[in-house]
Each structure stands twice: as C-alpha cells, then as structure tokens.
C-alpha cells in the first residue's frame, strides 16, 4: 500500500511505465536543488552524471529554475542526450578533467552548486569545483577517507538528499510536501517542461537481471519493471 498523502495524480501526457519512473528521481532532484540548495536564476549548477535518473531530472529543474548547468557524461551518446534535455556545458569525465573545466567555464570562480549521484570520489571533487559560500549537495553518503579541508576552506554549505527521510521518520509534514513537489511536476510534464527516459523495461521476475544492467550498463535514464 502508498500512504494517500504522497500521491499526485499521474500526469495526462505520460504512459502508467512513464509514471512509475518520475516520483523517485524528480522528488531527490527538486528536493537537492530547491529544498537543501535553494537554486535561484541565473546560477550555475554542476550535476555528475546527468544522463542518469536523478541527473536527467536534475537538469531539466535546474534549467526550469533559470540556472546554467554544467553535467558529466561518459561517452558522445549521452553527451547528445543531455545536450537535448539543456545542459550548457558538457564534460567527458573519462577524456577531460572535470575540475579544470569547470573552473575554465566559470572563470576561476567555480560553480554555485555542486550535486554529486555517484558516490564518494565525485563528492571529493565537487569541493574544488564550487565557489566559496557555495553549496555541495550528495544523494550518497561521505567515507571515513573524505577530506572535507577544501569544503572547510570555502566554508562551503554540505546538504544530504535522501528523499525517503519521509518515511522513514513518518514525517508527516514532509510526506505532504513531497506530495505537492509531484503536483508541480505533474504539470510541467503536462505543459511539455519536463520530460523522463527510459532506457529500457524488465518483467518484475527479471529484477536481478536488470539490476545486473543498470550496474553494467549505467544507462541514460531509468530502468522500469513492469507488475
């Protein structure tokens, strides 16, 4: 059963799979951009892998946000997918270095946001690429072996995003508000703002054959399984 007071109607213009992929990543995407960053227009947000689920929902909100976007991809066919969804600078972390670009791009200054979905090496690099009273969002979680001297250095403001928190403490405040982040979504995807990708479907008894793909293959956008 799902609690009624996290549900939003699904969008006219999405497909029931379409549906079943938005809540999970546009909730952790608003919720690090608007709720934990407070993105405002005309910033510039970096997001790591935006040719994921949260990245590529990440994207899309920040740009309607009225922010640049610099994003990481790891090849030209994700790179062409981002490039559609609006992202104003594209990096191929495998042939560039991000921090260099980044600080190229934004003239040594660094970029206001910085919002890492892969893990803990991403987390480290983000510190040198935000600008100083900036913020560093991560939907992962910090290691024993993080250096937090350069985040310390520009006394840079460090988020968490985990938009289960809900219900996991049944926070009930919370859970209206994530809520209402759907009934916002639901009509920017309606008005044709928004957009979200699948990469490809598996049947519910395929679930560990899919979970070897999304491993594998870190495809752009997000893997449905179909009940």
Not at 78 to 100: E, H, P, S, W
Not at 110 to 117: E, L, N, Q, R, Y
């Amino acid at each position: 059963m799902v609690d009624a007071s996290l549900l939003a109607l699904k969008p006219h213009t999405l497909s029931f799979e379409q549906a079943a992929a938005v809540p999970l990543v546009f909730i952790t995407a608003w919720e690090a951009l608007h709720d934990r960053a407070r993105i405002s227009p005309d910033q510039i947000v970096l997001i790591h892998a935006g040719a994921g689920g949260v990245g590529h929902a990440a994207i899309q909100l920040a740009k309607q946000a009225g922010a640049r976007v610099i994003t990481t991809v790891s090849n030209e066919e994700k790179a062409a997918f981002v490039k559609q969804l609006g992202a104003d600078l594209i990096i191929n972390y495998r042939t560039q270095d991000v921090i260099t670009e980044v600080m190229r791009w934004t003239n040594g200054n660094g970029v206001d946001i910085a919002f890492d979905t892969v893990g803990p090496a991403v987390l480290q690099s983000c510190f040198r690429c935000v600008k100083p009273y900036g913020d560093v969002v991560t939907i992962l979680q910090a290691t024993a072996e993080t250096d937090w001297s350069e985040a310390r250095k520009r006394n840079v403001r460090f988020s968490h995003e985990l938009m289960l928190s809900p219900i996991l403490l049944e926070l009930e405040q919370a859970k209206h508000h994530q809520a209402k982040i759907l009934q916002q979504c639901a009509t920017l995807f309606d008005d044709r703002k928004l957009s979200v990708a699948i990469a490809r479907t598996f049947k519910l008894s395929e679930a560990a054959a899919a979970q070897h793909f999304l491993e594998q293959s870190h495809p752009a956008g997000k893997l449905i399984l179909l009940v």
